[in-house]
């Protein structure tokens, strides 16, 4: 454009070259619809004011952003690193369809299981340093992996009394006299190796009591909230019920943190009110995380909420031993916070949210940072809990699974109530 200017305005021998190019450069780099097409995907991306800085914009916004600027080079391999987190399922599903028609190599971690089962074609499991490979989608990936270990399981039970019957021969045939015997005992040990390659597979054990719930829940009456001219709320009104499990979807930035902040009166309302019966007892997990002091230990951040907890079964146990429960070993336990990893930061932040034994659970985005592993485990505990459940989450398979109720914020103050999970909302919308 600088070029195309100056050789307007001077049409010498050297505007002119400098102007050739230049445009040669924009052959070489196939650039005349660069800004076209940022610009669009900048607009796919609800990326709308193009002069705001970097820094002013959001964790969603700068991950949108990230996301153009990889898909703008049209590249032949794309690898993505949890795609979907600080991401609305609007703008998940979009993504999904996008990769889905593209013709692009993608190389991806993700958690999230609808998108890796509408997406992958073959998953990659990276398992105690093997990868193995999947040609299928992530439902077929746990059918098979429950085969593999299943048969693995057989292999070394049939290993094991193979190597009772050996090792009594080796303790009568000590010394490897013929060529027979010793590939015997070289086979032996071939035999016994195969028989210790089981791994004692931990499982996270995710327990709470509860504590008692009286006849009255949460009753929400006429809230409203703004923020300046952006309307959040507007006379919403709500009584919840014993056990009640209540999914919230919108896009980002309609107001559905703010709900849950004004329900734990971190914010106050415009107009209305919220009363709570008196033996609510509320678990917040927020999305931005707990600000652990890093150079605490991960035991002593428990011990500060409670050295003994009390489980389902009316037994005691030690936070150290929740901790093993939770896949900390005993030397982690001991470790600084500073030293743990985001996911393993969240594990510690939910075992501090349940240790409360609260009755009603909020959650705002637990998903994220969290490996498939602690998520079934996730999973299986809320969906025995007996509590009220409020859940914010992007994770479509997650709310599916756990919530019977939508909260649908739909911006401008609108809230519209929808009864059932999130796919059966998305096939009536």
Same mark, same amino acid.
């Given at each position: ?13 050297? =505007? ?8 040669? #450069?924009?052959?070489?780099? #196939? ?28 964790? *969603? #916004? ?9 898909? !703008? ?78 048969? !693995? ?57 509860? =504590?008692?719930?009286? *006849? ?9 909230? =703004? ?113 743990? =990893? ?11 949210? !349940? ?75």
């Amino acid at each position: 454009e600088t070029a195309l200017t100056r050789h307007a305005s001077d049409p010498s021998v050297e =505007s002119e070259k400098n102007l050739e190019k230049a445009t040669l #450069q924009m052959d070489v780099n #196939q650039a005349w619809d660069y800004e076209r097409r940022l610009k669009e995907l900048l607009s796919e991306f609800r990326i709308d004011q193009l002069q705001q800085s970097i820094q002013s914009l959001s964790g *969603g #916004q700068k991950k949108r952003l990230a996301m153009v600027f990889a898909l !703008l080079d049209d590249p032949d391999l794309l690898l993505l690193d949890e795609p979907t987190n600080h991401l609305d399922i609007e703008m998940i599903e979009w993504l999904e369809d996008y990769l889905d028609r593209s013709g692009l190599s993608l190389l991806m971690v993700t958690h999230d299981r609808y998108f890796l089962n509408r997406v992958c074609s073959q998953i990659w499991e990276l398992d105690d340093g093997k990868i193995y490979t999947f040609l299928g989608n992530y439902e077929y990936f746990l059918e098979k992996k429950a085969e593999r270990e299943a048969n !693995l399981e057989k292999e070394i039970h049939g290993a094991k009394r193979l190597m009772l019957k050996e090792l009594e021969w080796i303790r009568r045939m000590p010394k490897a006299r013929t060529t027979k015997s010793k590939s015997r005992i070289d086979n032996f040990y071939e035999i016994e190796a195969k028989a210790s390659s089981g791994k004692n597979r931990q499982k996270i054990e995710l327990q709470a009591t509860l =504590s008692r719930i009286g *006849g009255k829940i949460l009753d929400i009456k006429n809230i409203s909230k =703004s923020f300046g001219e952006n309307v959040l709320l507007h006379r919403f009104s709500y009584s919840f019920r014993k056990g009640e499990r209540i999914g919230i979807v919108g896009s980002n930035g309609v107001g559905k943190t703010t709900f849950l902040n004004l329900i734990m009166e971190q914010l106050n309302p415009d107009e209305g009110t919220i009363e709570k019966g008196e033996t609510i007892v509320f678990g917040y997990y927020e999305q931005k995380g707990m600000s652990f002091r890093e150079d605490k230990r991960v035991i002593e951040v428990l011990k500060d909420i409670a050295e003994i907890v009390e489980m389902k079964d009316g037994k005691t146990i030690s936070v150290g031993q929740l901790l093993q429960k939770f896949l900390f070993t005993s030397e982690q336990q001991y470790t600084y916070v500073s030293k743990l =990893s985001g996911g393993e930061k969240r594990r510690l932040y939910l075992l501090t949210v !349940l240790l409360r034994n609260p009755n009603f659970l909020i959650m705002d985005e637990p998903t994220n940072d969290l490996d498939i592993m602690t998520l079934n485990a996730l999973e299986d505990f809320l969906s025995g809990y007996a509590g009220c459940l409020i859940l914010v989450s992007h994770d479509r398979y997650f709310m599916d699974k756990l919530v019977d109720q939508l909260f649908i914020f739909k911006g401008r103050g609108e809230v519209e109530i929808y009864t059932g999970g999130y796919t059966a909302y998305r096939d009536w919308k």
